[in-house]
């Protein structure tokens, strides 16, 4: 939490209406529901991150788990050595380069993540359903506007070989 020095000039939070307030509320109860799926897998974050891309697309490469992590190889395979040891994924020969790996989300470790987010998923579910066709229309085009607006405040993703993994020329 950052303050502010005791001589800077106070600035209100400007007015907003009550679903932005509600938007606000739900990304803080999002990050502490996902505390709560690490705490229940004994997972970090970072490690948790990983297991939601590989319960997500199944089996990735090292290289590609890494960029989509956005973190360097060696703390991928920090990552990777961490779920392995607690039972979470495997490492397996790549089905087509005999030479490469990719790691695996063990089942019995994405049944149990699931069985953790799978109340909330079907709970959300249900509140849609408590709307007429006409209501969950407005509900969809309202979210997905936000989120529009969300993906406009960030940066465009780097393009280049030297991003995190990669290597530059």
Same mark, same amino acid.
Do not use: C, K
């Given at each position: ?5 005791? =001589?800077?000039?106070?600035? /209100? ?18 990050? =502490? ?73 063990? /089942? ?20 849609? =359903? ?24 960030? /940066?465009?993703? /780097? ?11």
């Amino acid at each position: 939490m950052t303050t502010q020095p005791e =001589d800077a000039p106070f600035r /209100p939070r400007p007015p907003v209406r009550r679903p932005t307030e509600l938007i606000r509320e739900f990304l803080d109860v999002s990050e =502490d529901f996902e505390a709560h799926v690490g705490r229940e897998l004994t997972v970090n974050p970072t490690d948790l991150q990983a297991m939601q891309h590989l319960i997500m697309e199944g089996p990735l490469g090292p290289t590609e788990l890494s960029r989509r992590l956005g973190i360097s190889t060696a703390a991928t395979t920090a990552v990777v050595d961490r779920l392995v040891a607690v039972g979470h994924a495997r490492r397996t020969q790549h089905p087509s380069d005999r030479r490469g790996i990719v790691i695996v989300p063990e /089942p019995a470790s994405v049944e149990r993540a699931m069985a953790t987010l799978m109340p909330m998923i079907m709970g959300i579910d249900g509140v849609l =359903d408590e709307f007429e066709p006409d209501e969950q229309e407005v509900i969809t085009a309202y979210l997905e506007r936000v989120l529009e607006v969300f993906r406009a405040q960030l /940066p465009e993703p /780097p393009t280049t070989a030297g991003g995190p993994g990669g290597s530059s020329p």
